[in-house]
């Protein structure tokens, strides 16, 4: 999606990402909320300087939406101060580019965000990411999780003269035997 109020700027990114992306022009930038809706783009290019509603603006809504906060997002702009950068980046853009740009430097830009974003998705949807590596072992994160709430149990009442394995049994709601399986 490239966001731009000016039509020649706007013409002039989609042209550059046409022959390898779908690209979706906006000029209206109050129409980027209804929009996103319905399409979730892999990377928003954005102008800052609009007349309804700023680039800005538009970044901390996309980055705000849990719908939409994992779409990468790069801000171009003419304006080029450190402040005005910072801005932009502390609003949650990924990339941050001055006018006039180099058109191979914003390709590359976009193509890294898009693989960047493959990768991460191919990671989590991996069994992989539901393992941690400790000590030269996987360990599954429930596992490390279930191991967290014993020691939290036994760590909050190491003075209590109740603690005993029925004690952190019925802390975790379960049984005896049941809590002697999970450890096994």
């Known amino acids: 999606m490239v966001v731009d109020d000016e039509r020649e700027m706007l013409w002039f990114i989609s042209e550059i990402f046409a022959q390898d992306y779908n690209v979706l022009p ?49 801000l171009v702009s003419a304006k080029s101060q450190v402040e005005e950068r910072i801005e932009g980046i502390e609003a949650g853009a990924e990339e941050y580019i001055t006018k006039p740009f180099n058109v191979e430097y914003l390709k590359i830009a976009v193509k890294h965000l898009i693989t960047r974003k493959e ?28 191991v967290q709430q014993i020691l939290d149990i036994i760590n909050k009442n190491i003075t ?22 999970k450890i096994k």
């Not at 892999?42 to 939409?68: H, Q």
């Not at 003269?161 to 002697?180: C, G, P, Q, V």
């Open 119 to 146: 990768t991460l998705k191919e990671y989590f949807s991996s069994p992989i990411s539901a393992y941690e590596l400790s000590g030269g072992k996987m360990t599954h994160v429930e596992h490390r999780r279930f």
């Open 26 to 74: 906006v000029n209206d930038s109050r129409e980027v909320d209804k929009i996103l809706e319905d399409i979730h783009p892999n990377v928003i290019i954005c102008d800052i300087m609009m007349p309804d509603v700023d680039g800005i603006t538009i970044t901390r809504r996309v980055k705000s939406n849990p719908k939409t906060a994992h779409v990468p997002l790069v």
């Open 160 to 181: 209590n003269k109740e603690l005993s394995a029925k004690f952190i049994a019925d802390n975790l709601n379960m049984s005896t035997r049941h809590l002697y399986r």
